[in-house]
């Protein structure tokens, strides 16, 4: 069975930090363009980071430019979203999404992705 499973969510206090995973069953990350995607309640689903499987270029939501980083752990088979100094307004739940797409463009809600996590919820709260 194909999906993909996150972990790492948590409750923190404003300024610390977390590490979200994204794992597959069913198939390999390293060629999939993955995505990372949170939504907060009463608010639409954005795409705050993205790192591609063709060349490696990484996207970044400007409200997390300089404090998220993805990165991927090939042997491991996981992409990793690394959040430090976090605010409340990072409060969200998180999913991770894969696609083969050679073509696919981060960002551009033209470019599906195949497969989505269950999420994992992130709360920042002093």
């Known amino acids: 069975q194909v999906q993909l499973v996150e972990s790492g969510g948590g409750l923190v206090q404003p300024g610390n930090s977390l590490r979200l995973s994204c794992a597959a069953s069913?198939?390999?990350?390293?060629?999939?363009?993955i995505g990372w995607f949170r939504q907060a309640p009463g608010k639409e689903r954005e795409e705050v980071s993205c790192?591609?499987?063709?060349?490696?270029?990484?996207y970044y939501q400007d409200s997390v430019k300089g404090r998220f980083t993805i990165s991927r752990d090939n042997p491991k088979d996981t992409v990793s979203l690394q959040m430090n100094n976090l605010k409340s307004e990072d409060t969200a739940v998180y999913y991770c999404?894969?696609?083969?797409?050679?073509?696919?463009?981060?960002?551009?809600?033209?470019?599906?992705?195949?497969?989505w996590g269950q999420g994992t919820q992130v709360t920042v709260s002093s």
């Open positions: 069913g198939f390999t990350l390293e060629r999939y363009n």
């Open positions: 999404a894969a696609s083969l797409d050679p073509e696919h463009v981060c960002n551009d809600p033209r470019y599906e992705y195949e497969y």
């Open positions: 790192i591609s499987g063709s060349d490696g270029s990484k």
